[in-house]
């Protein structure tokens, strides 16, 4: 079964900093689709970035990007030039390439701006 | 600039209380979905809808019950609730379910006594 995994429960970073959030996946599938999603304190969820599994190069969203390493089936999510409003919990979730609603989800990482 | 509705937003229960949580988007997408999220835990899929009239089990429906009412109505409904259903709840939608991007309600939180 497929399973994803954020080691991070909590990260902090400072304002204008950097700051990267880790995710691994377990699958046996090669066709696939990668996301990370944003839940503010307002707890409406959204999308931040996404990623297709046979895409080589990494997806880039304004100051968000991720570094997909397929081998190791690693997908982080970078965040840059932090700002305050980027303070929320970031889900990481794996979608099947052939499933049309199946979303596996991790755990989530609370990220914290320091200002 | 509704987006996806849900109500209530929050809602206590006694065990063995029934109740319906509602949901509705103004987006004309074909799929929406019911996930409850509980601490440290990813989101877990209860039931989807691909379309009026359609529903499937996801992860999690043990104990709830869905109805499709139209295209933009999805309700979610807890028979006999149980201090185990205890949770928040989402509902969400999407016009292509491949591509993952779903539109999220604002949450409903449930506690059952």
């Known amino acids: 079964a497929q399973t994803v995994t954020q080691s991070q429960p909590e990260m902090s970073v400072q304002e204008a900093e950097t700051v990267t959030l880790s995710c691994t996946y377990d699958?046996?599938?090669?066709?696939?689709?990668l996301f990370w999603y944003k839940q503010p304190p307002s707890r409406q969820m959204i999308l931040v970035i996404r990623?297709?599994?046979?895409k080589q190069q990494n997806a880039t969203e304004n100051r968000f990007s991720v570094n997909f390493q397929k081998a190791a089936k690693s997908f982080s999510l970078k965040i840059s030039d932090s700002q305050l409003g980027d303070a929320a919990m970031y889900f990481c979730?794996?979608?099947?390439?052939?499933?049309?609603?199946?979303?596996?989800w991790g755990a989530g990482t609370k990220l914290i701006i320091k200002p | 600039n509704a987006g996806v509705t849900q109500t209530p937003k929050f809602q206590v229960l006694k065990t063995g209380q029934s109740m319906t949580l509602q949901c509705a988007q103004d987006?004309?997408?074909?799929?929406m979905y019911w996930y409850r999220q509980d601490p440290g835990m990813g989101l877990r899929l209860i039931y989807y809808?691909?379309?009026?009239?359609?529903?499937d089990k996801g992860e999690v429906p043990n104990g709830y019950n869905v109805s499709r009412l139209n295209k933009r109505e999805f309700s979610l409904r807890l028979e006999s609730a149980a201090p185990s259903q205890t949770s928040v709840y989402f509902c969400?939608?999407?016009?292509?379910?491949?591509?993952?991007?779903?539109?999220f309600g604002e949450g409903s939180r449930l506690t059952v006594l």
């Open positions: 699958t046996s599938e090669s066709d696939y689709y």
């Open positions: 990623q297709e599994a046979y």
């Open positions: 987006m004309n997408h074909n799929s």
């Open positions: 809808s691909a379309s009026e009239g359609t529903t």
């Open positions: 979730a794996y979608r099947k390439g052939d499933s049309n609603y199946q979303l596996i």
């Open positions: 969400a939608s999407t016009r292509d379910p491949l591509t993952g991007e779903l539109f």
